[in-house]
């Protein structure tokens, strides 16, 4: 794997944690290790994201980071690479 794949593998891999942890607080809204362990992981995930951002392209179209064109489609999309 390059590191554009193990960056995107390591976000993949923070979204499934995070949504893992949503449904467990859905049923545990007051569980103070789940809460910190979400928002440890949704900081890591967005700094990664914000990375990958940076230096390929795009996660999500809400992303698009040029004021001077629409960048989403300029490189493959994540689940193209």
Do not use: G
């Amino acid at each position: 794997m390059n590191t554009q794949e193990l960056l995107l593998n390591q976000i993949m891999q923070y979204d499934f944690s995070l949504k893992e942890l949503e449904l467990y607080l859905d049923t545990h809204p007051y569980c103070r290790h789940a809460l910190d362990m979400f928002d440890k992981i949704r900081a890591v995930r967005e700094k990664a994201v914000r990375e990958y951002n940076e230096n390929y392209s795009p996660i999500t179209a809400l992303e698009n980071n040029s004021t001077e064109h629409w960048n989403w489609i300029d490189e493959p999309f994540p689940w193209e690479v």
